[in-house]
C-alpha cells in the first residue's frame, strides 16, 4: 500500500511540474508567433503580461491593432511607395502613399 501511495504522489508530482513547465512556455511561444496571424487567433491573444485575459479599452485597442496587424499589405504598394529620388517613403508620407494605394487596389477612388 506504501508503494501505491509513493507512486501516487511521484505522478502528482511529475505532472505538476509538467502543467507548470507549459504555462511557463506559453508566454514564449505567444511572443514568437507571427504578426500576420489568423484574426480568429487575435482572440486568444487578447491577454495580459499576467495571463488574464483582457476587457474593456484595452481588448478593443488591442483586437484593432491585432486584426490590422493579420492583413496583408499587398506587396505591389509596399513596392511602390518610392519618392522621386528612388528612395523608400517614411513616416507620414508613406502612410498616405499606402492609404491610398490599397483603397486603389481595392476598387476605391
Excluded: H, Y
Excluded at 501505491?4 to 513547465?21: D, E, H, K, N, Y
Excluded at 505567444?30 to 474593456?56: T, W
Excluded at 496587424?69 to 517614411?90: M, Q, R, S, V
Amino acid at each position: 500500500m506504501k508503494k501505491l501511495a509513493i507512486a501516487a504522489t511521484l505522478f502528482a508530482l511529475s505532472l505538476g511540474l509538467a502543467v507548470r513547465a507549459q504555462a511557463a512556455d506559453a508566454p514564449a511561444k505567444q511572443a514568437a508567433a507571427p504578426a500576420a496571424a489568423a484574426v480568429g487567433s487575435c482572440e486568444d491573444k487578447a491577454i495580459d503580461k499576467n495571463g488574464k485575459k483582457l476587457a474593456g479599452a484595452a481588448k478593443t485597442s488591442f483586437m484593432k491593432k491585432c486584426e490590422a496587424e493579420a492583413k496583408p499589405t499587398p506587396p505591389a504598394c509596399e513596392d511602390k511607395a518610392i519618392d522621386k529620388n528612388g528612395k523608400k517613403l517614411a513616416g507620414a508620407a508613406k502612410t498616405s502613399f499606402m492609404k491610398k494605394c490599397e483603397s486603389e487596389a481595392k476598387g476605391g477612388k
